[in-house]
């Protein structure tokens, strides 16, 4: 749960950054937004997707957003200086497309988060194309890029708050959340919440 409104949100124009493709600029929105954290240091930079593929809503066990399937890009995030992912690995400044996956649903991956819901961090030079469908393990592979290690990069979707204006906010375990409205391809608006800065507690 989000307790505290702290940063604040700053409006960009489209997605120029180097490594993005024409295809994947044309599939963002013409805007984005710059997630400025409270000592004023810029957190990142995101883009969604002007229409977010849905499908019927599954019965997933332990899924927040049951209508996107699995591989959809979600979006563009950049980092201007060294990040690191849910798990705390290092990710290097740049773009990386966000693509959704879940966790896993077995024993190495119980109790890592309440939800299973996460987008993976893929390099935007090594995901051409929005409309492209992985299966999980080329998705994972992919995602291997971003972190140069054995394991993707994550970032953990949350619940949202009420409310549809983008935001950022701090929560009880200092994750810092950006708040959002996706819009689907069933004409839906879908808020979700991603935590941008912050990792999963030891």
Known sequence: MCVAQAGKIESL???TGAGISDAVKKALEPKGYRV???D???ACEIWLRQSVTAQAKKDVPGTLYPQLPVSTLIGVISFSQAA???RGEPIKP????LRYELLPNDGAHLGVTPNRD???LIPAASDANPDSVFASAELINLSRQATGTAHPGPLSMVQPPSGSAASVSKDEED???FSGTMKLSSGEDLPFALIVKGTVPQ
């Open 13 to 15: 124009g489209a997605a």
């Open 94 to 97: 740049g773009a990386y497309t």
């Open 175 to 177: 994750h810092w959340v």
């Open 118 to 120: 996460f987008l993976l």
């Open 40 to 42: 004023g240091s810029t």
């Open 84 to 86: 690191t992912d849910y």
């Open 36 to 38: 400025v954290l409270d």
